[in-house]
């Protein structure tokens, strides 16, 4: 059983920027693909971005590639999330996932996730 918890998350201002982490604990975190969702009020849970067991390779959404970074640390069990320029439509709520497969943007092919972090960006 995988437990993870999510941080970083506030009230910016559109360009602003933040860093989500996700520490891990109860598993082998090296084992697990690593991914960030978001869910905004009245949305579907979106993928955002997700990160290879050896962090060497990433897969990032269309609305986030090239913006946001996704990277992780599996010495310390974290996977981080760097969002510089943030816009009011990164709003949402951020939760952090592992799962075994790869490639994937589905939710359902995660199967632990944390209790999500707010991000709140104003225009």
């Known amino acids: 059983q995988v437990q993870l918890v999510e941080s970083g998350g506030g009230l910016v201002q559109a360009g602003d920027s933040l860093r989500l982490s996700c520490a891990a604990s109860?598993?082998?975190?090296?084992?697990?693909?690593m991914g960030w969702f978001r869910q905004a009020p009245g949305k579907e849970r979106e993928f955002v971005a997700a990160?290879?067991?050896?962090?060497?390779?990433?897969l990032y959404a269309d609305s986030v590639k090239g913006r946001f970074t996704i990277s992780r640390d599996n010495a310390k069990n974290t996977v981080h999330l760097q969002m510089p320029s943030l816009k009011p439509d990164d709003t949402a709520v951020y939760y952090c996932?592992?799962?075994?497969?790869?490639?994937?943007?589905?939710?359902?092919?995660?199967?632990?996730w944390g209790q999500g972090t707010q991000v709140t960006v104003s225009s």
């Open positions: 990160i290879r067991w050896s962090g060497g390779i990433t």
């Open positions: 109860g598993g082998t975190f090296s084992r697990y693909v």
């Open positions: 996932a592992a799962g075994g497969n790869w490639p994937t943007r589905l939710p359902s092919a995660y199967d632990y």
